[in-house]
């Protein structure tokens, strides 16, 4: 993407045989292998790029998550994982129907009120990956446990 001549931000994926596309990302050192499905005619190299959405939106979300509690909440998390799930539709473009993340969350002094409060701030407001899904056409539910 483009503005006024300056690439805003820039990816790049690269065929590796049959459906295995290796990407980087500008600000990244990291190779990430994306694949299909053995199902899909892949080999199961690495996840799919569905697979990849629903990483992206957790880790976007759990980023946020982290920003919020630790850093302006001064919250102490000690561990913390994101399950994230999706359901499809059958009839092409299968792209989410709904999707649905649980938050684990283990720290001090974590509460419920606080937790409650930065996921949405975090579906609200800052998680960037959330709002490029279109809420007409995928349902985004979630829930948290306080470990």
């Known amino acids: 993407m483009y503005d006024e001549g300056v690439i805003l931000m820039k990816s790049k994926i690269v065929w590796d045989g049959n459906l295995t596309f290796i990407g980087t990302g500008e ?4 190779e990430v ?4 499905s053995k199902q899909a ?8 790029p569905m ?3 629903l990483m992206s939106l957790a880790s976007c979300a759990s ?3 982290v920003l919020i509690l630790s850093k ?8 913390y994982w994101v399950e994230a799930f999706g359901k499809r539709r059958d009839e092409t473009p299968k792209y989410f129907e709904k999707i ?6 283990k720290g001090e002094d974590l509460n419920n009120q606080e937790v409650k409060k930065a996921l ?6 800052y998680c960037s990956v959330w709002h490029c899904f279109d809420p007409d056409k995928t349902e985004i539910t979630y829930d948290y446990v306080i470990h």
């Open 27 to 30: 600000n990244s050192c990291t």
């Open 33 to 36: 292998t994306l694949d299909a």
């Open 41 to 48: 005619g892949g080999d199961d190299n690495g996840p799919s």
């Open 51 to 53: 697979e990849m959405m």
């Open 63 to 65: 980023i946020d998550m």
């Open 72 to 79: 302006k909440r001064k919250k102490k998390i000690t561990e």
């Open 100 to 105: 649905h993340m649980t938050f684990h969350l």
């Open 120 to 125: 949405e701030l975090t579906e609200e407001k």
